[in-house]
C-alpha cells in the first residue's frame, strides 16, 4: 500500500523510472514504405533528395567532437534491451530527422509524412513492447490537418500527445493559427510537446559548431515559451500540459521573471494567465538537464514540474542507461523526494501515463 512517502530500492535508486524523452532514428527508407502509393511509386525520385530539409550544420564532423562515439540506429529490440538496462518503466520516443518537419512548405506533402511517421513509430515500435509510448509528429502548416493528426495518433494509435517544432515554421506557436491544435490537445487531455531543434535559419546565427550545440536549442525553446505565455493562449485551457524539452531548465526562472514583470502592467481583466499561475497548476514541464543551477531552478520554480530525459541514442559518449539514471540519483544537490518526481511522478502526470 503507498502510504505516500518515496520508494526507493536498497540502494537509493527510486523503484519506478520513466524516461520522459528517448529517440527513434528514423530513416527515409523506412518512412517511405508508409507514404501514400503515388510517393512510393517516385521512391528512387523521392529518396535522391532528404524527405525532410535539414540544416547546415552538421552535428557530428570530426572538427566538432573527437571523442569516441556510439552512434546507433536502435530497433525496437535494441530499445527494449536499454530499458532493461536501465530498469526503466517507459520511454517517451521521439523523432530524430523528422523533428525539423516545420521546415516543409508544403502542407499537403507535411501532412503526408507525419501520417506516414506516426504509421511507422506505432508499427515498428509502440505495437511491439508495451513500455514504447508515442508523442505525434503534427503538420503545423495547416491547422485543420494537424488537429485531425492528433486525433488520429491518440485515439487510434494510442499516443500520449503531440509535437510542436520550436523552429522552422514562419510564425511562432502562439499565434491565433495555432490554436484549435492546442485546444483539442486540451479536450483530448493529452500533453503537447515543444521539442527543440536547428533549423535552416541557424546557417547565418552561428560561426562555429560548437555555438549551435550550446545555443540552437535554448534560444528557439526561449522564443516560443513568451509567445505563449504572452498571448493569453493557455487562459481557458485548463487540462492542457505543455512540455519544452531538449533545452534543459537554467533559463526558465529568468525569462519567467522578465515575463512577468511585462504582464503585470496589463490591466488584469485583460492579463494572460502568469507562468507562475500555470506551474501552481502543473500545466508547465521542463526538461532537467545537466546545469550546475538545477538545485536553484527548484528553488525557484519547485519540483513538480521537471522531467529526466535519457535522450538516447542521440548524445553518442552517453549510452549506458543505467550509469545515466545512476549519475542522476548520485547528484547531491537535489534531494531524494525530487529526484523521485522529476524521474516519475512528473513524467507520468505530463503523459498521464
Not at 481557458?236 to 522578465?258: D, H, M, Q, T
Not at 492579463?271 to 507562475?276: C, D, I, N, Y
Not at 521537471?306 to 540519483?329: G, I
Not at 544537490?333 to 522529476?342: C, M, N, Q, V
Request: aromatic share 8%.
Amino acid at each position: 500500500m503507498n502510504n505516500g512517502k518515496s520508494r526507493h530500492t536498497s540502494n537509493g535508486r527510486p523503484a519506478h523510472v520513466i524516461d520522459a524523452d528517448g529517440h527513434v532514428r528514423e530513416t527515409d527508407e523506412e518512412i517511405i514504405e508508409y507514404m501514400s502509393p503515388g510517393y512510393r511509386s517516385r521512391r528512387d525520385a523521392m529518396l535522391y533528395f532528404p524527405l525532410v530539409p535539414h540544416h547546415g550544420w552538421h552535428r557530428s564532423i570530426p572538427a566538432n567532437d573527437y571523442r569516441h562515439q556510439d552512434f546507433r540506429v536502435p530497433d525496437w529490440r535494441e530499445w527494449a534491451q536499454k530499458l532493461d538496462e536501465g530498469k526503466i518503466e517507459r520511454t517517451i520516443l521521439y523523432p530524430t530527422r523528422f523533428m525539423h518537419i516545420g521546415q516543409i512548405g508544403n502542407p499537403k506533402y507535411a501532412a503526408e509524412l507525419c501520417r506516414a511517421y506516426n504509421d511507422f513509430l506505432h508499427d515498428r515500435f509502440l505495437s511491439r513492447d508495451r513500455r514504447f509510448r508515442g508523442m505525434a509528429l503534427l503538420p503545423l502548416q495547416n491547422a485543420d490537418a494537424a488537429v485531425k493528426e492528433l486525433r488520429r495518433a491518440v485515439t487510434r494509435h494510442g499516443m500520449v500527445g503531440g509535437i510542436l517544432p520550436a523552429e522552422g515554421l514562419p510564425r511562432p506557436l502562439g499565434h491565433p493559427e495555432y490554436r484549435p491544435i492546442f485546444k483539442e490537445a486540451d479536450r483530448l487531455g493529452c500533453a503537447l510537446s515543444i521539442h527543440s531543434c536547428t533549423s535552416l535559419r541557424d546557417n547565418d546565427r552561428f560561426l562555429e559548431p560548437n555555438e549551435v550545440a550550446a545555443l540552437a536549442h535554448v534560444i528557439p525553446q526561449m522564443r516560443q515559451f513568451t509567445n505563449i505565455m504572452i498571448s493569453g493562449l493557455m487562459n481557458n485551457l485548463r487540462r492542457l500540459r505543455v512540455g519544452f524539452l531538449e533545452a534543459g531548465c537554467g533559463w526558465v526562472p529568468y525569462l519567467i521573471s522578465k515575463i512577468e514583470e511585462r504582464l503585470e502592467r496589463i490591466p488584469p481583466k485583460e492579463r494572460p494567465v502568469l507562468p507562475s499561475v500555470l506551474l501552481a497548476r502543473r500545466q508547465l514541464y521542463f526538461q532537467c538537464g545537466e546545469e550546475m543551477t538545477v538545485k536553484r531552478d527548484i528553488e525557484l520554480l519547485g519540483d513538480s514540474c521537471l522531467l529526466w530525459a535519457s535522450d538516447f541514442p542521440h548524445e553518442a559518449t552517453k549510452t549506458d542507461l543505467n550509469e545515466l539514471v545512476r549519475e542522476f540519483v548520485a547528484r547531491k544537490d537535489l534531494g531524494s523526494a525530487s529526484k523521485k518526481k522529476i524521474l516519475y511522478d512528473n513524467p507520468k502526470r505530463f503523459y498521464a501515463l
